[in-house]
């Protein structure tokens, strides 16, 4: 569900609060009087429904008598309400622009850490496949079409690849093989370019096969870039994690991802298997 992960973020932060009052064995509209909030406003901000400001953070803590959480708090909160970022609004200038300005954030990382359950990393596209996702976010946001703009960003930023000392470490869901985009031709070459990439030294593809015991189950395909951030990618926003902690708990799924992926010639296999499910008479019908 878009922006599941921002109201879940607020209704954490919310509970934190809701913890210093109760520790502070005050009810809600006793700290309502001390603070000046209204007692219903205590209420939407302890169950994530309506955010607070730094000096209410503060007015908070200290009827608490709990202002040494107040820079605690205050990171939190800011985090939450830099969480969300609208794809509309990012968008606004085209697919091309947004391309381009992700560019120096894979230019200073140098451990990729990349989970994906339906479609390619955008690192291993080709052009024709690029071009058919860019052409589908085009006609859903109903953006200027730059598709061909964009897909040239986008094959530019994959210098990063074969440039520099960087590990690109990804494992990818077998339905990823399987979710055709384009014609069965598109996926065909998409698959066989997957293979050629694989073969760089810095590069680790595992595939987790569809019916494969998992160590782990991840809801969304994200990305971690270094130990600095996680980016996951909705249909309506762009989420961005920068807590120390949240990103640990990513990395740890992540590395049960691993564990449930396969590698080498049975990675291999798998994508064999598939270009020639795409390539059956069946699929051009």
């Not at 109760?22 to 909030?37: F, H, K, N, P, V």
């Not at 381009?100 to 990393?121: G, M, Q």
């Amino acid at each position: 569900m878009p922006g599941e992960d921002v109201q879940q973020a607020k209704e954490a932060f919310g509970a934190r609060l809701r913890e210093l009052r109760q520790e502070a064995s005050l009810t809600g509209r006793a700290l309502a009087r001390l603070t000046g909030l209204h007692y219903t406003k205590v209420s939407r901000v302890e169950n994530g429904r309506q955010s607070v400001t730094d000096a209410e953070i503060r007015a908070w803590c200290a009827a608490c008598s709990a202002s040494d959480r107040v820079p605690e708090l205050i990171a939190m909160a800011r985090t939450v309400d830099s969480l969300y970022r609208e794809w509309r609004r990012q968008t606004r200038a085209g697919l091309r622009h947004l391309q381009e300005s992700s560019a120096p954030l894979y230019e200073r990382t140098r451990l990729f850490r990349i989970y994906e359950h339906t479609a390619l990393p955008g690192l291993f596209h080709t052009a024709e496949y690029s071009t058919e996702i860019m052409s589908y976010w085009v006609r859903f946001l109903g953006l200027p079409d730059d598709a061909e703009a964009a897909t040239a960003a986008r094959l530019a930023r994959q210098k990063v690849l074969r440039s520099g000392r960087r590990r690109f470490v990804v494992v990818l869901a077998e339905q990823v093989l399987r979710t055709r985009l384009g014609t069965p031709q598109v996926m065909a070459a998409q698959l066989e370019h997957l293979l050629e990439v694989m073969r760089l030294p810095n590069v680790s593809v595992g595939i987790i096969p569809a019916m494969a015991e998992r160590y782990t189950v991840a809801q969304v395909p994200f990305w971690i870039w270094d130990d600095a951030r996680v980016t996951i990618e909705t249909v309506s926003a762009s989420l961005e994690i920068t807590r120390p902690d949240e990103i640990a708990l990513y990395a740890t799924v992540f590395d049960q991802l691993r564990q449930s992926a396969v590698y080498g010639s049975h990675a291999r296999e798998l994508i064999g298997e598939a270009i020639a499910n795409h390539l059956q008479p069946s699929a051009t019908s």
